[in-house]
């Protein structure tokens, strides 16, 4: 290595160790690779009025770029907007220029980061004094909690991400700051908050997030709230069942993890006087990390649930596509979800050894006792969800 470049790395290095966070304040890092493209996602609905969506960017830390997921946001003060970061190609380098809070949106590279932020200031709501309303042409809310929204279709082509270019300069967006951004970069700021700043260590510490390990495509792209993993795991899960590509094993095993994780802070919390410490907190963040770990690797493996185009496989898939939707929607707990999923995976185990017995198809007496096993999961799936029985 030359010369030049040990100072380049050992200067990079030293920045690093005492920046632990890109988005901390100002220009903090420098970086001679580009940050990988934005990946495409779905907002998750704003979960209590008030809260403010903060989209998704790529950070960078000892080992590479790492997605910050999106995520909806409480503002420090009423009546405050965020202005995302953005890298910037300058001297050379990748500068990453922080995000802020300010009475208006300034200038964020015009990055079109999607959900009103469409690279020239903001279109997905607005305050009305002490109230936000959410314009829901272009974010998602939770409309049973959330009742301050309002329609405007109008900025729809430039609130919805069409270039995934996540950089300004060469080769990236060509854009400067108006007359107005540069007014408003110069009015008084807030910068990002403690949640936000938690929120990306925790995405930091998280490896599925690495672009170098997900290939650009992040294990978790969107969170409903900070500290919100539980719900968000729940979704990818949901999603794994839905497309096959978490056998009911896989869930089973993921969901009694993901239930004995949740009774673990139940526990904590009630001996706490319902409060984490930040030792519990820290314990709980690093066993989310390994099970996030473990829903990216069992969805990226080669075991992916196979049915076949017949009646028996129709049933599995839709009992299947059922425990997803209970999944996602919150109506399973994770401990119902495991104990469904082991129905299941006992089903799936019958059929395949009927099967072998059989050179490949099954009696009608095998198909009777298998669709008597899967009316009773049935019943089970109805009652935990308290759906209408079938």
């Known amino acids: 290595m030359r010369t030049q470049d040990k100072l380049r790395t050992l200067a990079l290095g ?16 420098s970086i001679t690779i580009a940050p990988p493209e934005l990946p495409v996602y779905v907002q998750p609905a704003c979960p209590r009025d008030g809260y403010l969506w903060t989209p998704g960017y790529w950070a960078w830390g000892p080992d590479g770029y790492y ?13 405050v907007l965020w202005t995302p970061g953005y890298w910037g190609f300058e001297s050379g380098g990748y500068l990453w220029h922080a995000g802020y809070w300010g009475p208006h949106v300034g200038f964020y590279g015009g990055v079109n980061y999607g959900f009103g932020y469409g690279g020239v200031g903001f279109f997905g709501g607005v305050w009305a004094g002490s109230v936000f309303r959410y314009n829901t042409a272009v974010v998602s809310v939770n409309s049973t909690v959330v009742r301050n929204v309002y329609v405007d279709r109008t900025v729809i082509n430039n609130s919805h991400i069409f270039n995934r270019t996540s950089f300004n300069g060469p080769g990236g967006v060509r854009a400067q700051p108006t007359a107005q951004e540069q007014g408003f970069m110069r009015e008084a700021h807030v910068p990002a908050t403690q949640n936000q700043i938690s929120h990306e260590q925790t995405a930091r510490a998280d490896r599925t997030q690495l672009a170098s390990k997900n290939g650009g495509f992040p294990g978790t792209l969107a969170m409903d709230s900070v500290n919100g993993r539980r719900f968000n795991q729940q979704g990818r899960i949901a999603n794994g069942v839905a497309s096959g590509r978490l056998t009911a094993g896989e869930t089973k095993n993921l969901e009694g993890r993901e239930a004995n994780l949740n009774k673990t802070i139940r526990t904590d919390r009630q001996a706490n006087g319902g409060t984490l410490t930040p030792q519990e907190r820290q314990q709980v963040n690093a066993r989310q990390n390994n099970l996030s770990q473990s829903i990216y690797n069992d969805k990226h493996n080669a075991a992916n649930a196979q049915y076949g ?80 029985k079938r």
Do not use: C, F, Y
């Not at 072998?356 to 935990?384: C, H, M, P, T």
């Open 14 to 29: 030293l920045l690093l160790s005492i920046t632990p966070m890109a988005a901390s304040a100002g220009v903090a890092v």
């Open 309 to 388: 185009n017949n009646q028996v496989g129709a049933r599995r898939a839709e009992q299947q596509q059922r425990i997803a939707n209970g999944i996602g929607n919150g109506q399973l707990s994770a401990g119902q979800a495991s104990k469904l999923e082991g129905k299941e995976q006992n089903i799936n185990k019958q059929v395949a050894a009927d099967r072998n017995a059989n050179g490949g198809k099954l009696k009608s007496a095998q198909k009777q006792q298998i669709n008597q096993k899967q009316n009773a999961a049935s019943r089970a799936i109805a009652n935990d969800r308290h759906e209408e």
């Open 67 to 79: 997605w910050v997921p999106g995520v909806w946001i409480a503002p420090p003060r009423v009546g």
